[in-house]
């Protein structure tokens, strides 16, 4: 199998210029102050967006691991689990690959929807059955063309309702095919009651009917996400050197050790600031964040508060 490598070479001077140019004397800042800045207004960005995100499903951020995945989000993963008072990031091995390495091990699914009004009552369950059949003949036969076997492939069905005279719907999943209109009722009762806080005693309409069909892929070790790279036994860390990193929080620049990611040994433990590199991302551990590996060669950044 052939090894690609791909290198370019930074040219720190024009990222400076154009920062200077732009931004910084317009605004009467230095150019650390105003690079600060824009890392500043990214990670509030990122803050917001995962907050918004987790509220609305009512869950408190506190309560979770962050993890940093994208060519970025380790530079910035430290300061956001900070505001968001996350204790635990997790880098994974390759983050910028991150999710094209999640596709590859990823089941293979297709969804085919067909939009169907009839009232529920009419249908009944004989039409539910049988528009169900349409789709899985639909579904084999791609699935066949593409090489997968009948054998392996497994089918979930869902089924948006609404009751008569709503302009909305509302979406139900099934275990296995729905064939009792008086089971698709009641459960669109319950749910509607549970989303809502009510229920009608008025017909329900069958709006859209979908099935999913899901062919397994062969897993992916765990070592795969390693490219191939045994994680080291002992023997120390090593360091690569060191670099002055302006670190916004202090208003400063901070001698900073730089260390090659897959130099880490898993007894090893980086106590921040430091900075962690790759070829696809680099890690940013913050002053007074702890970094080790875990098992499967995954970063992890213990970030205090308060």
Not at 17 to 33: H, K, N
Not at 112 to 119: E, K, M, T, V
């Amino acid at each position: 199998m052939p090894t690609w490598s791909c290198e370019l070479k930074l040219r720190a001077e024009l990222a400076h210029r154009a920062i200077d140019e732009q931004i910084a004397r317009p605004l009467g800042l230095s150019v650390p102050e105003a690079a600060a800045g824009i890392i500043r207004i990214v990670n509030e960005h990122m803050k917001k967006q995962i907050k918004l995100s987790l509220t609305r499903k009512g869950a408190d951020p506190r309560e979770f691991k962050l993890v940093a995945f994208g060519g970025a989000g380790p530079t910035h993963a430290c300061a956001v689990a900070r505001e968001l008072e996350i204790r635990i990031v997790v880098v994974p091995p390759w983050p910028g690959m991150n999710s094209a390495l999640g596709l590859l091990a990823t089941p293979v699914k297709r969804e085919y929807p067909l939009s169907r009004l009839g009232l529920l009552d009419s249908v009944g369950g004989d039409g539910l059955a049988a528009t169900y059949e349409l789709l899985q003949r639909k579904a084999l036969q791609e699935f066949q063309d593409e090489g997968f076997g009948a054998e392996t492939l497994s089918f979930g069905y869902g089924l948006d309702l609404r009751y008569a005279g709503q302009a909305y719907e509302l979406p139900l999943d099934f275990p296995s095919m729905p064939e009792e209109q008086a089971v698709v009722r009641r459960e669109f009762d319950e749910a509607h009651e549970r989303t809502f806080g009510h229920r009608s005693t008025e017909p329900v309409e069958v709006v859209t009917y979908r099935l999913a069909c899901v062919a397994p892929v062969a897993g992916l070790e765990p070592g795969f996400f390693l490219g191939g790279k045994a994680l080291p036994r002992g023997g120390g860390t090593l360091l690569k050197g060191r670099r002055r990193v302006y670190f916004w929080e202090e208003g400063r620049f901070v001698e900073t050790p730089v260390y090659e990611r897959w130099s880490l040994s898993p007894d090893a433990e980086i106590v921040g600031p430091a900075i962690i590199e790759q070829m696809d991302t680099t890690t940013v551990v913050e002053i007074g964040v702890r970094a080790s590996l875990d098992g499967y060669g995954n970063l992890v950044l213990r970030v205090s508060h308060g």
